[in-house]
């Protein structure tokens, strides 16, 4: 079973990002199942949401604790949250940030980055000043994990997006290739 | 709820309804006091049929209240509502 | 068929919708809200013809299915916590009045302290309402729930309310594949609610009004013998259900590795599914371990509970909520179907869960081991809290 956690703020769209995950594996024949933790439902706020996949059915119906990946939406969060608590060793991390994973100390895990703001903004996904992060921050992330094909993923961008859905999913096309690693 | 012919709680329906409207309730005896109503003075305002609480007034084609002392207990309220003093609630015999 | 990965609150949308609900008034609360968002959505874009109430409470909503339902109208709501707490006066109407309306209720925590997040307490305070309650452990067992139960409740010699139950998030949010069966599949299951008596203008009678002593009781005892029938009808209705859809669910309780197991937890809910992970676990350990999910606490499985104790000789009760002043709901309904048998396993009742507390793989296992090294025979330490912090009698 792979266990992967988002973490975002309230309207970055990390909870659909989750649920596009699921989808994309759904797609490709796996079981799934994808949850947010709800703290205070407020833009802004710190969020987490949780996906699962797996390829016998999926049962446990408890919280994730020890991921194998961490998907940090915005950067400001390293400060705020232990992004890696209880990352699987050799476990990797994303980031969404301009910065290069040598930038960041993250203890022992493996770090990635990629400018899933900078692609929103160029594809006008959300606004400038709150740009919505989630489809590309997926791009970039199957990238480095390799848990669904890139076709599976745009598959789940382009039916679970709310708006824009080819946008969405130029942007997840674009983030596969600008990853740093 | 005319209960009478139930012998046991197997013949009764499953909701508990009652096998007849309230219309056929005949609350007419219970009343002291009747209404007579005097046709010159109304003014076909409806009130007491509103007000009614049971099925005891109805309107005529033109309007005006029709009083089934069938149904009439007898509460007086057609007569403290009617703005013309139209209904008088007297003793009956 | 179409298979989609959707939320348990979307499971009861798409139930409310196949099984043609002709009226749905219902109130917004978290974590219900996206249930009535769905359905919203559904009637904006003209794929879900039927009679959408907005009203001003959680009371008047159920008050508006009552008379809806009375009109021989299939009648669907939604609620949670204390909106459901505010329903009360009007469930109990709904099941003296014999409505069989179809609620999905997400149980959460009753405040204060204020919290959203999964707990029991809602709908055991509701144990008493003449409602049939079904505690789900996956989003397809809430819609399949919910087509099942207005068969089975709108069966003419049923005629009682049901309440499907999804724990808060674990699976009102929580996203996971789901069939919804085509509606023509759907129709052929469950035909159009057809009672014996409804309000019609032209065939007047009394509903719901008075009724002297000599004939209250037996009122209330046909909703007694009704909700006892209830059980036979569940598992025809299941074995049916399972023939056509190829899917079934255990009846009133679903047994899960209990045939030799030397202990069993039961729990209902959502949690059941994550035990039933432990369970294979531990059996590859060598421990025999196994589960009873209470699937319907109303009608309670006291059939079942009583084949359990022979089978048995330790049960753990798993209550994700507290009736103060002594023990756990469904704990009591098991010391209470036990009492006139001679079986007398050793029952425990572990609370946990409350407000959302996590219970995971790891907490599971450790109540499993205590069940297995237990030799108290229940009056010792018969309820412990689990992981309250600071709380010594806690299950370490």
Known sequence: MIEIRFHGRGGQGAVIASNILAEAAFLEGKSVSAFPYFGVERRGAPVTAYTRIDDKEIRVKSGIYEPDYVIVMDQSLIKAVDVVAGLKPGGKVIINTTKSPGDFDLGEAEVHTVDATGIAIDNRLGSKAAPIVNSAILGGFIKISGVVELDSLLKGVRSLAPVKKEENATAADQAYSKVVS | ?93 | MVKAVISGNSASAYGAKIAKAEVIAAYPITPQTSIIEKIASFVANGEFKTEFVKVESEHSAMAACVAASLTGARTYTASSSHGLLLMHEMLIWASGARTPIVMSNVNRANGPPWSVWADQHDTMAQRDTGWMQIYCESNQEVLDSILMSYKIGESPDIMIPSMIIEDAFILSHTVEPVDIPDQDAVDDFLPPFAPEKKLDPDDPHGFGSLVMPEWYMEFRYKIAESMDLARDRIREVEKDFEKRFGRSYGGLMDFYEVEDADAVLMIGGSVASTAKEVIDKMRKEGKKVGLARVRYFRPFPVDEVRWLAKKVNKIGVVDRSYCFGHGGPIAAEVYGALLPTGDRPIVKNFIAGLGGKDITPEVLERLFNKMLVTNESGTEKEIEWVDVKGHSLGVE
């Open chain 2, 1 to 93: 709820m005319g209960m009478e012919k139930y012998k046991g709680y197997k013949d009764l329906p499953i909701m508990p309804i009652t096998d007849t409207p309230s219309t056929v309730n005949q609350t007419g005896f219970w009343k002291t006091f009747k209404p007579i109503f005097e046709k010159d003075k109304c003014i076909k305002c409806n009130i007491c049929w509103k007000f009614c609480p049971e099925p005891a007034i109805t309107l005529d084609e033109e309007g005006y209240p029709v009083i089934a002392l069938f149904h009439c207990k007898g509460c007086g309220i057609c007569a403290n509502e009617c703005p013309k003093d139209a209904i008088k609630m007297v003793m009956e015999e």
